[in-house]
Structure formats: structure tokens, C-alpha cells
């Protein structure tokens, strides 16, 4: 079985609680992130019936019997200090464990997305490095990682991050159709940083592609409307700002009435 070293890396019982989880789990919880994160929240919210230090200890009881949604909750406790004192030693065991157990789970299995963010989470922790911890930078690890989310799980913001990388060249070397084209992957899943930069690429054009003003345009206009109010909505709106000063009118118009078209598509990310 292939594990995540492979590409170069290295009193309330669990039962009652996880039960409890079970019982609480709202239905629209679209994905194993979603509910781990649902979990927490409900348990948290339980009343008197279950407190912060049997949350925990129930939480590293699952993690020991090797379920990838408790440790992906402790990861993201820990990496946040969520009910936990921040440790980014430990966040980072959670999510190397995920990683190294599921490397080949099944991309579409029901726990994907945990398995492939815990790559992400691992490559970022590589791409920056936490000395304290003992993470040492690694952009090699960080980059192969993150390939292996994108590719083997088809994870959307592991395609957004391989395209960022191909436009540095300190990341996989800059290439603008590969970026284009995992932009493109990451867009259509609902991701919308990548919204964003396919648009900017479209609308000025890349290497050996005429610029596509107005399908670029409609990629700015879809992300504007979703990332509003995001971390992202500052310079995704600059650069919508400057494609609308370049674009004639009827481009604007006409990307308008594409952008009200298929934003519905993306409801549900």
C-alpha cells in the first residue's frame, strides 16, 4: 500500500459520544470535512451531556482506531486551538497520519476529501515550514503532495494551488496553459480563486492562446459573486475592476448575462 512517504515524506465513553455524533449529524453535510466539522459543533452544543475533556479524549480514542474523521477534527483543533492550547507539531501528525493511512483510499469514497485536504495541509505546512515544530522547509515534499491531491483525488484546491505553482518559478516553472488548464479543473468544481485567475487568463490571453475577453469576464464575474465577503474578494476584484476598464461594453453586457447563467451551477459548493 502506498503511503504518503512514498512520494519522497515522510465520564462519557467514545462509543457514547460517537453515537451522539451520529444521532446529530445534520443531513446537509456534503462532505467528510463538513461533518467533522458538524460534529464538533453539535457535541460542543450538547448541553451538560458531553464536556470539552470527553470530546477530546472520545476524538483521540477514534484517532487511535484509525478514523480519518476524528483526526482531521483534532488537526484542525489543534492547528487553530479550538478547545486545545494551538499545536502545529500535533496538527501536522493528524493530518501526516491521514495522509501516510489513505493515500490510495478511493477519490470518490466518502472520506475523499479529508484524505486530500490532509495532503494540502501537509504540503502547506511543508511549503512554509514550521521550525518550532520541527517542519522543516521542504518544497519538494510540498509540490508532490499537493500533485497527488490534485491528481489522484481530483481535489479542487489542489488544483488551484498546482496552477498557482505554474506560475512561479520557484514552483513547477511557469506555464500558463498548465496553469489554464488547472485553473480550469479547479473552477468548474466551484472553486473561486480559480474562478478568478482562469478569468484574468482568459481575458489577457496566455502564451500561444488569443485572449477570450468575454468567457474570461464571466470567470470574473462568477467569482466576484462568490467570494464576496472572503479573504480572497480584495484582489479578485481588482482584477474584475480592470477587466471591466478594458472590455468594450457589449463584452461587459454579454459576460454579465453568461455569469447569471451558470453562477446557479455552483449553489452547492
Known amino acids: 500500500m502506498r503511503t504518503f512517504r512514498d512520494y519522497s515524506l515522510i465520564s462519557v465513553t467514545t462509543a457514547a459520544i460517537l453515537t451522539l455524533a451520529a444521532s446529530v449529524l445534520p443531513v446537509h453535510a456534503q462532505t467528510a470535512a463538513d461533518a467533522a466539522l458538524d460534529m464538533a459543533n453539535m457535541l460542543d452544543g450538547a448541553g451538560g451531556g458531553v464536556s470539552g475533556d470527553d470530546l477530546l479524549a472520545a476524538l483521540e480514542d477514534a484517532a487511535d482506531a484509525g478514523q480519518p474523521m476524528a483526526m482531521w477534527q483534532l488537526g484542525t483543533m489543534y492547528e487553530n486551538g479550538e478547545g486545545v492550547t494551538r499545536d502545529p507539531a500535533k496538527a501536522f501528525g493528524y493530518f501526516a497520519q491521514i495522509a501516510n493511512q489513505h493515500a490510495d483510499a478511493a477519490p470518490k469514497g466518502v472520506e475523499a476529501d479529508i484524505v486530500a485536504q490532509s495532503f494540502v495541509k501537509v504540503g502547506e505546512y511543508y511549503r512554509e515550514g514550521v521550525p518550532d515544530a520541527g517542519i522543516p522547509v521542504d518544497m519538494e515534499r510540498s509540490k508532490a503532495l499537493l500533485l497527488h491531491a490534485a491528481t489522484y483525488f481530483g481535489d479542487a484546491d489542489a488544483q488551484y494551488r498546482v496552477g498557482l505553482l505554474y506560475m512561479s518559478a520557484d514552483g513547477l516553472g511557469v506555464n500558463p496553459l498548465q496553469s489554464a ?3 480550469s479543473l479547479a473552477a468548474r468544481k466551484g472553486n473561486c480563486p480559480a474562478q478568478a485567475q482562469l478569468g484574468d487568463l482568459l481575458f489577457n490571453g496566455v502564451a500561444g492562446v488569443e485572449p477570450q475577453p468575454v468567457e474570461g469576464l464571466m470567470w470574473l464575474i462568477v467569482s466576484h459573486n462568490r467570494c ?3 479573504a480572497d474578494a480584495s484582489w ?8 471591466i476598464a478594458m472590455a468594450k461594453p457589449e463584452q461587459t453586457t454579454e459576460a ?13 459548493f
Open 181 to 183: 488548464r488547472w485553473f
Open 228 to 230: 464576496a465577503a472572503t
Open 236 to 243: 479578485i476584484d481588482e482584477k474584475l475592476n480592470k477587466a
Open 256 to 268: 454579465y448575462s453568461l455569469a447569471d447563467t451558470i453562477t446557479p451551477q455552483f449553489a452547492g
